[in-house]
Nanobody, 124 residues
Framework: QVQLVESGGGLVQAGGSLRLSCAAS????????MGWFRQAPGKEREFVAAITWIGMTTAYADSAKGRFTISRDNAKNTVFLQMNNLKPEDTALYYC?????????????????WGQGTQVTVSS
């Protein structure tokens, strides 16, 4: 089992920034690819970004490209999502996930573990 705990969400004005963190515990963190997904009210959950176990490859949704950056620190068992130039449409519950298989360039791969989520609200 892998336990994932997200933090760093909050309320921010449009154009602002937030840095989400996801702390992992349980099985060896560096064995897993890591991803971020989000779900807005009334909408389906969608892929945001992913990073391979060693951090050499990343993937982003089109909506995140150029604004969001995913990174990881295997020594601290933590994955990050730096979000810049936030827009009201980025408002959602953001989930951290772990996967033994790569998510793919569009994040269609299956996640093995999910966190509880952290809320991001962007005001206009």
């Amino acid at each position: 089992q892998v336990q994932l705990v997200e933090s760093g969400g909050g309320l921010v004005q449009a154009g602002g920034s937030l840095r989400l963190s996801c702390a992992a515990s349980g099985r060896t963190f560096c064995n897993y690819h890591m991803g971020w997904f989000r779900q807005a009210p009334g909408k389906e959950r969608e892929f945001v970004a992913a990073i391979t176990w060693i951090g050499m490859t990343t993937a982003y949704a089109d909506s995140a490209k150029g604004r969001f950056t995913i990174s990881r620190d295997n020594a601290k068992n933590t994955v990050f999502l730096q979000m810049n130039n936030l827009k009201p449409e980025d408002t959602a519950l953001y989930y951290c996930t772990a996967a033994t298989r790569w998510y793919g360039s569009r994040g269609s791969g299956e996640s093995d573990y999910w966190g509880q989520g952290t809320q991001v609200t962007v005001s206009s």
